[in-house]
């Protein structure tokens, strides 16, 4: 592995859309691994799939690969490149999920969210009160403190209003906050 | 109860952690998906120029001294010789000396035409063009 590579997402993305063969696939190599985990991380939240999250992975960076030219008009970045991923990310992975599972010929069951949380056991209070949240509550409570998204990253991300997203992230705090199991971990 | 417009307080520690396992953030390292995604990314933009740089270095060091000659020569007058000047200099052939010429050797070093063109030779003329001394008959 060579040295960290400084330049910024900003600089890597003008490269990608103007730069010879060999800069615009340095650049975009550049991008791929810096952002890699972070898809992955996505792609499983909505796959629950070790295979299906890197089918995901790899539809998402083709993705950002056709923004460039020659197919693509060229990217402008206007927020960070990972609320631009996110939704990609997301799609990729819900496609993936509904491709096998007409493969495997089950229900196309409802997909547009996060999946349900992991059955938890009695002893681990805080799986079951992060259960009880609703799927858009845990997105957004996900997006804000795991992958470090500010709100207003999570509303581009998510396509939404920032009030939204506010209301959304207030709520899922409140309802920990309020929940019996794991009060006590809020207090100071 | 109407939600807050502030940013939301912090979440606590041991619910964070749990989330993060949750989200199982280990990382998946399959090189596979690597080579494949890198690889499309190599013939996607493949279809893009490979410039040269080696040759705009080439000429970026003898037309550089050339351009800030030719900013003094401005200011100063060239040498004019009586009579007809030394072939040897005159490299555009217009009859005189003059930053012109400097900038021709310059591209002929640039092209590869370099026979008897050396960086030396270039600041030389340079030189002796943006001389402030009264015209006078080379030696």
């Known amino acids: ?188 | 109860m109407k939600p807050t417009t502030e940013e939301p307080g912090p979440l606590p520690p041991a619910i964070v952690s749990r989330l993060r396992g949750l989200d199982r953030s280990q990382p998946i390292v399959d090189p596979r998906t690597d080579r494949a995604v890198l690889e499309s990314a190599r013939e996607y933009f493949g279809a893009r120029p490979v410039s040269a740089p080696t040759r705009r270095a080439r000429w970026a060091l003898p037309l550089g001294a050339a351009a800030a000659m030719l900013l003094a020569a401005v200011l100063v007058r060239p040498l004019v010789f009586d009579g007809s000047p030394p072939a040897r200099d005159d490299v555009d052939g217009s009859g005189r000396v003059d930053i012109l010429d400097v900038l021709a050797l310059a591209r002929m070093r640039a092209a590869g035409d370099a026979a008897g063109v050396t960086e030396a030779r270039i600041e030389e003329l340079a030189y002796r063009i943006v001389a402030i001394d009264a015209p006078r008959r080379l030696p």
């Open chain 1, 1 to 188: 592995m060579g040295p960290i590579d400084r330049r910024s997402d900003e600089e890597l993305v003008a490269i990608c859309n103007v730069g010879d063969a060999l800069e615009a696939a340095r650049a975009f190599e550049v991008l791929y691994r810096r952002h890699r985990d972070f898809v992955l991380r996505v792609a499983r939240r909505f796959t629950r799939d070790r295979d299906l999250a890197l089918d995901a992975l790899q539809e998402t960076f083709t993705y950002l690969l056709k923004k460039f030219p020659p197919a693509g008009e060229g990217l402008t970045l206007t927020a960070r490149l990972p609320t631009l991923l996110y939704p990609a990310a997301k799609n990729a992975a819900i496609t993936a999920v509904r491709k096998a599972r007409r493969y495997s010929g089950a229900a196309d069951a409802v997909l547009d969210e996060l999946p349900a949380a992991e059955p938890h056991s009695e002893g681990e209070p805080i799986d079951a009160a992060l259960a009880a949240l609703s799927p858009e509550r845990r997105e957004v409570l996900t997006l804000r403190f795991v992958d470090d998204l500010s709100l207003a990253e999570i509303a581009v991300a998510l396509d939404l209003p920032l009030g939204t997203v506010k209301s959304r992230l207030h709520l899922a705090l409140k309802e920990l906050r309020e929940d019996s199991r794991i009060k006590d971990l809020f207090q100071p």
